[in-house]
């Protein structure tokens, strides 16, 4: 595991434990170092002063070159356990006397060096000069000691530095891990709150607050957010009911809308019902005494024709006419009320074909009549195909009857394409109308032309628009008096 | 001529005149038994507690629908339910032209339906007609014999 993911206080407490530890270690190192440089300097002025004690106690011995003599004062040496060896020499250079007395060949070198105090080779070795009066040299003492007292000594100093580097980094390990709750403690409990809001959306939790710190000022941060988030939620919740409520209140609306909208269906349906029933005794209940009005005039025209004279035949023919007429008017309304409630059949349906079916009719019915047809092919469209005709069958047919009086009687069914619709077109070169009464075209029972100049009931347009709005489309028309008419119309 | 009688089931007693007068104006002689009613109708046709059933079926029917008490197209249901009727020329002649009510007569077996013109003229032409082809023309199916 990287240090990076060390809790906190294992991270806290091995920093201080490094530091501490730096620190003693150096500390230690210095002293350590000191105690030795000073011990060995120490040493070697001991060995020095102890040289020259002894050379002075020589001077005797070897001016009268008292070999025994020498031995004994050297042989106290031996109370010093670190003395290896010593040797007088005279002023000739030879060896008077040695410690230890016998045996110390090798130890004791053939002759003396030069003055002076040195560590050789793990040893500390001098020569001391040993003179009389202040400057009659008589010899040389050498002397030689072990350094053992010092490596001793440096061993003693590492011992207890190392002792005491343990001891005190047992107190600096208890004193941080006993302290560092001091700044872990805080940021523990920081850190423990924020795990237990995230983890138990609990936005009552608070984390607690040690002191005036950063980390206090980061707990009092985070003790905002947390109010604030409180507060958030608690909006939320309220714009939650609010919502809740209105969304109750829209369908309770939109239930009562939906509620009206069913009855008027059910009115609507009544209605139509009703219609149906109207439209269904209308054809039998009204015609049956024009039937009557018309026959029994035909009756007295036929058996009383010689009593009448011109003007009571005359009468009884208007008599018929007029009859005749309210029985065709019947008959055009009750085709405007069945297109209104016919269902709709919404198919393909092929405008040319059944466009050229009427002109067929018409032509069959009335051979004698020569009027141009000019029906383009291949006009399909959607729709109930009944009604379609009815529409066609209509506007043909008024075409056909509005170029009565023309020489070259023509009429056209096309259609052009106008920003994306498709418009049907059924012109003709007939009578035309004038524009200024265009909006009276397709109103029921609305004519432009007395019935002396065109027949017609004036229902067939409002048919037509009924027809074409039940379709989502739209009808218009242009014209000129003698100019013909222009009829588009879009589904 | 066919001697065979038309039974003419129609409740306007103008139109009655109006029919009789037509057909007499093209020389149709034939004997016409009018019924008011389809009740009427039903009596004639298949005898009631007063008298008897006929011993002879009409020529042809002349059949009105809307009539008072039972409708046309009940008699005409009637008419094809008895096995002695069940093949009797109906002719439906009626002021209505609506869909439903060609539909229904023809499934209900009726042989032909006409539309009653307002027209006299025209009435007296489609009554000349209807005479001519159903008393002269058309072979009715035998009357099953027997009571």
Do not use: C
Request: hydrophobic fraction near 45%; avoid cysteine; charged fraction near 25%.
């Amino acid at each position: 595991m990287s240090i990076r993911d060390w809790p906190i206080k294992r991270k806290l407490t091995a920093i201080l434990l490094l530091i501490s530890g730096l620190v003693l270690l150096l500390t230690s190192a210095a002293f350590v170092t000191y105690e030795v440089v000073t011990f060995r300097q120490t040493t070697l002025i001991h060995l020095a002063t102890r040289s020259q004690i002894l050379a002075a106690n020589s001077t005797a011995a070897l001016a009268f070159a008292n070999e025994a003599d020498a031995t004994e004062i050297l042989d106290a040496l031996k109370y010093d356990p670190h003395m290896v060896a010593a040797a007088l020499y005279g002023q000739d250079g030879r060896v008077l006397a040695t410690y230890p007395a016998a045996g110390a060949a090798d130890l004791i070198p053939p002759a003396p060096q030069p003055d002076g105090y040195r560590f050789e080779g793990g040893r500390l070795v001098g020569f001391t000069p040993v003179a009389q009066g202040g400057n009659q040299r008589l010899g040389t003492l050498y002397i030689m000691s072990d350094t053992k007292a010092v490596s001793d000594t440096l061993r003693l100093s590492a011992i207890i530095a190392i002792v005491v580097l343990a001891i005190a980094m047992l107190a600096a390990y208890a004193l941080a891990a006993a302290l560092q709750g001091q700044i872990s403690e805080p940021i523990l409990a920081l850190a423990n709150t924020a795990t237990a809001v995230a983890t138990q959306q609990d936005y009552f939790a608070r984390a607690p607050k040690f002191g005036e710190d950063e980390l206090g000022q980061l707990a009092d941060a985070f003790n905002q957010m947390l109010g604030r988030l409180e507060e958030q939620k608690k909006e939320l919740q309220q714009h939650a009911t609010r919502l809740e409520q209105r969304v109750a209140e829209r369908t309770e609306e939109l239930e009562h809308r939906n509620e009206a909208l069913r009855r008027n269906a059910a009115e609507l349906l009544a209605a139509n019902t009703e219609l149906d029933a109207f439209a269904y005794s209308v054809s039998h209940d009204l015609r049956a005494p024009l039937r009557s009005i018309d026959g029994f005039s035909q009756v007295v025209l036929e058996d009383y024709a010689g009593q009448l004279g011109d003007a009571g035949r005359d009468a009884l023919q208007r008599v018929r006419a007029a009859s005749q007429r309210m029985a065709t008017l019947i008959d055009d309304l009750l085709k405007l009320a069945r297109v209104t409630r016919a269902e709709m059949r919404t198919e393909r349906v092929d405008l040319s074909g059944i466009a050229r079916e009427i002109v067929l009719d018409i032509q069959r019915a009335t051979p004698d009549r020569e009027v141009d047809f000019a029906i383009a092919p291949d006009l399909e469209a959607q729709g109930d195909t009944r009604l379609l005709r009815v529409v066609l069958d209509n506007l043909l047919r008024n075409g056909w009857k509005y170029t009565g009086k023309q020489p070259k009687p023509r009429v056209e069914f096309t259609a052009v394409d106008d920003n994306g619709d498709r418009v049907f077109v059924i012109k003709d070169n007939g009578a035309g109308f004038d524009m200024r009464y265009a909006d009276k075209l397709f109103g029921v029972f609305q004519r432009l032309h007395s019935a002396a100049e065109f027949e017609g009931t004036g229902v067939g347009l409002a048919t037509v628009r009924r027809i074409i709005t039940r379709h989502g489309g739209r009808i218009w028309a242009e014209g000129a008096v003698d100019q013909g008419a222009t009829f588009f119309f879009t589904l | 001529m066919n001697p065979g009688k038309i039974l003419l089931v129609e409740d306007n007693p103008d139109d009655v005149t109006l029919t009789l007068r037509a057909l007499k104006s093209h020389n149709i002689t034939n004997e016409v038994i009018v019924a008011q009613d389809g009740v009427q109708a039903i009596g004639l046709l298949f005898g009631s507690k007063d008298r008897p059933a006929p011993a002879e079926l009409p020529a042809v029917v002349l059949l009105d629908l809307k009539l008072p008490k039972i409708n046309g197209m009940e008699v005409l249901q009637r008419i094809r339910a008895d096995e002695r009727t069940r093949l009797l020329p109906v002719v439906i002649l009626t002021s209505s032209d609506e869909e439903r009510d060609v539909i229904d007569g023809y499934s209900l077996g009726a042989n032909s339906y006409v539309r009653k013109p307002v027209d006299f003229v025209e009435f007296t032409k489609a009554a000349q007609q209807l005479g001519l082809y159903w008393l002269l023309m058309n072979r009715a199916a035998p009357s099953p014999r027997g009571p």
